[in-house]
């Protein structure tokens, strides 16, 4: 399972609509994926929402130790690699990685 910002949110914050849906997701999926740069798109999105900024620094720190999550750490030349890749996709860079 790609985790995107938007499911992370929705796993967070029980007052959005889909919470129980991400949840439920999450936790029935054995494999978990995600990359910095959803990690850094995710605490602007909170910041743009007014939620509590500290919270949602704690939530990523506990999602970069939960054992069933790789965290794919963009570096420049991966980043420049996706670039360069025509018709590719970073989500197929990532699950190549």
């Known amino acids: 399972m790609l985790l995107d910002t938007s499911g992370l949110l929705c796993c967070q914050y029980a007052s959005e609509n889909l919470h129980l849906t991400a949840l ?35 939530f990523l720190q506990r999602l970069q130790l939960h054992p069933m999550v790789k965290i794919v750490w963009v570096d420049q030349s991966l980043h420049e690699r996706v670039l360069t890749l025509p018709g590719t996709t970073i989500r197929q860079v990532l699950f190549s990685v």
Do not use: D, G, W
């Open 24 to 58: 439920q997701l999450f936790e029935s999926s054995s494999s978990k994926l995600t990359h910095s740069y959803i990690l850094a798109e995710y605490l602007a999105l909170v910041t743009a929402r007014r939620l509590p900024r500290h919270q949602a620094i704690l």
